[in-house]
């Protein structure tokens, strides 16, 4: 067995500010005895901790050599790299939605230009200049890709090769010394109190008169109208859900009436829905913050409450071909509605409908939540819990647009209040 040096194989590069280990061992390929440096733990000044792991560092690296879990540091392409980082580092250690993300952003913006570099002959240079032009044509038919995606797509190769130094398959990442592009965040697009009344009168005309005859068949074939009519109920709640609520796409979609009190008029978040290549499926929220409670407007909780006898009324009708989920949100039959179906099919219309540009997303909706609530002077930490945002500061962050007009409201509550001449006195 391949075996490190004792104390002392360790030092500390004061320039670096890292440790860096040596380890000797028998290359499994020629039989020859071979010294190796790899890099350590980093800090700004040695101590026998960082030490300590840096020994660790270079054990694990002799372990992983003697059962053949190293690739060929010589031959390793960075493509090949990524793959291995995502399913075994990655993978292990993020949300489903979250690894998608990096699996999604590794193969289109990366793998392209730079998958067949060798690991070792990558350069900064090399990618700053995929960075760059991914700005300029990265996005789908050549458009510009936004600076946070490009910034993302960064900030995951630096993780990818971080991991590669610490397996000693190169000693420095090269990632580390390129310059992300300034963030330049996207405006919020909220809806104004007209347009939401629009959108929500266009959703609720769309469904039509939901009343069928004694049967759902005609001939053993399925009433089609009434199965599509079921949909377009479905997404007039969901419209509604996102306005009265704050809640995600993901939110809405993977609620279920276990997680609706009708009677007190509040909604639990405990699940949201996903969708990735390979499907649909539910998992837990993000942040403990987004597991919460949203109390509902009276009017909005009447409206859930008619909407819950109706999809009863279709699974009494349907039988057993009602697919059982339990979900608010369905499509035909009580299946899992797709939420790029309900973008493309449903939302995208009734947007056209109500007169509204079909830029604005179903996540706008949420923004119009939270701006209507603090316009309303609504505390921005009542706000922050209805969102599920981790901190007040993120709400501040994302709203910040709204605060000029929150400032004039506060000077106007104050005028004459010092003086006497309020009206308020």
Known sequence: MAQAKGDGTANYDIKRGCW?????????KTGETKRKKLKGAEEKSPTPKGKSISLKIGQKW?????????????????????????????????????????ESYMRLYIKPALGNVPLKRLTTPDIQRVLNRLLIDGGKERQPLSSGTVRSTRRYLIQALNQAVVDGLILKNVAKGTTPPKLVKKEIRPLTPEEAEKLVIAAKEAVGNLVVG?????????????????????????????LATGMRLGEVFGLKWDCVDLEKGIVYVKRSLITNRKGMQFQEPKTPKS??????????????????????????????????????????????????????????PLLKTAGIPETVTYHDLRHTHATMLLLKGIPVKVVSERLGHSTIAMTLDTYSHVLPAMQDAAVKALEGVFTGKSSNL
């Open 62 to 102: 002799l372990e992983n050599l003697e059962n053949g879990l190293l690739p060929d540091a010589d031959t390793i392409t960075l493509w090949e790299w990524l793959e291995r980082w995502l399913n075994d580092y990655a993978k292990p250690k993020v949300r489903t939605k979250t690894f998608d993300k990096y």
């Open 20 to 28: 860096f280990v040596r380890v000797t061992y028998v290359d499994p």
């Open 214 to 242: 004694k049967t759902v068949r005609q001939n053993e074939k399925i009433n089609k109208e009434m199965t599509a009519r079921i949909v377009r109920d479905a997404a007039y709640i969901a419209i509604l859900l996102a």
């Open 291 to 348: 597991r919460r409670q949203i109390p509902l407007p009276a009017d909005v909780a009447a409206e859930l409450r008619k909407y819950k006898k109706r999809q009863n009324w279709h699974k009494h009708l349907l039988g057993d071909l009602w697919e059982e989920h339990d979900l608010v949100i369905t499509g035909q039959f009580g299946r899992v509605l797709d939420t790029s179906h309900f973008t493309n099919r449903y939302f995208k």
